[in-house]
């Protein structure tokens, strides 16, 4: 018996008429007919008395029709006490940088597709405020390029994000499919802050150096979507996270691969150690399950771990 039969049997008993019955329930006559016979195989009992212009409940009909509108009533008790109960909870608080944004749609998109859902509350934090607001309990969760160092909090990572040479279009490097760092010598850099984003203004630093040239620098930008401005106006070029290629391509701009070991960053999420909340646990599993990277890889390597964050950063 399921809730389908009560509630076309109730129709029925109260209309006391099949086609009345069938167009309330947004159903056709014969898929009301099955329903009460159906119940009534399983009763072993008749409920109705029909005729070709006739329908009149039985004495077995009249009694559990009764206990029918309880058992409905009482649905929709649990049913009401199940939305208070999500609408109290408070939403997930997560916290991303700019970064990192481009990787929480796809989270998202699992995440919406799970029951119960989850109540989110998603913002733009600055990354040196994000371990105090999570340690505070500001924020739940926070996606971001690096662990913080505290014994309060437990970081995972999400995959390594590959590095783009971002080139003005016209650039004579742009018609190449993949560059060599030496060949980046002489060119004009544009530059995110050290004071903004120490770590990755010191992997781009750190490239050069590697390959042998210090970057002249033609332009710091305060952001990403900015040095890709600055790319496409032909101030110079940059090295960017793949990302970027996606959420900002102007015609003026292309994005080249560099040559094996092809740097990259990391992108990790971190969160309370001592939450155990339904709801992070969800978005943890929705981060796996929309990472790139293969699970076994979302353990956090040891040259990302905050004791060896001070002597490199990233790989």
């Keep these: 018996m399921e809730l389908r039969h009560l509630a076309g049997f109730l129709a029925v008993s109260e209309e006391l008429h099949f086609g009345r019955a069938a167009s309330r329930l947004c159903v056709s006559q014969p898929a009301v007919s099955r329903l009460i ?37 009482q649905v929709e008790v649990a049913a009401r006490a199940a939305r208070e109960a999500q609408e109290e909870c408070p939403p997930l608080r997560i916290g991303f940088t700019e970064c990192t944004e481009e990787f929480l749609p796809g989270a998202l998109r699992v995440l919406r597709g799970q029951l119960p859902p989850t109540r989110l509350d998603v913002r733009q934090v600055d990354r040196d405020d994000q ?92 952001s990403l979507t900015s040095v890709a401005v600055f790319v496409a106006a032909g101030t110079g070029i940059s090295i960017v996270p793949a990302s970027i290629s996606g959420r900002f391509n102007p015609g003026d701009v292309v994005y080249r691969p560099l040559h094996d070991p092809t740097p990259t960053l990391p992108v990790v999420v971190t969160w309370r150690r001592a939450d155990s909340s339904s709801a992070l646990e969800r ?12 699970p076994e890889q979302h353990q956090v390597p ?14």
């Design 37 to 73: 016979r159906q119940l009534e195989a399983e009763l072993g009992v008749p409920l109705l008395e029909r005729s070709t212009h006739h329908v009149k409940l039985t004495t077995a009909g009249l009694a559990f029709m009764d206990e029918a509108k309880a058992v409905l009533a």
């Design 131 to 222: 371990a105090q607001a999570l340690l505070e309990g500001k924020l739940d969760v926070a996606m971001r390029r690096i662990p913080i160092d505290d014994a309060a909090l437990q970081t995972e990572l999400v995959f390594w994000e590959p590095m783009l040479v971002a080139l003005p279009a016209r650039h004579l490097l742009a018609e190449r499919e993949r560059l060599a760092m030496a060949e980046l010598a002489g060119c004009r850099f544009v530059l995110l802050p050290r004071s903004v984003y120490p770590h990755a203004h010191d992997r781009l630093m750190a490239l050069c150096q590697g390959a042998g040239f210090v970057p002249e620098v033609a332009q710091e930008a305060p």
């Design 283 to 294: 978005f943890l599993h929705a981060v796996r399950k929309s990472s790139p990277a293969a």
């Design 302 to 315: 040891p040259s990302l771990r905050p004791a060896a964050m001070a002597a490199e950063t990233f790989r």
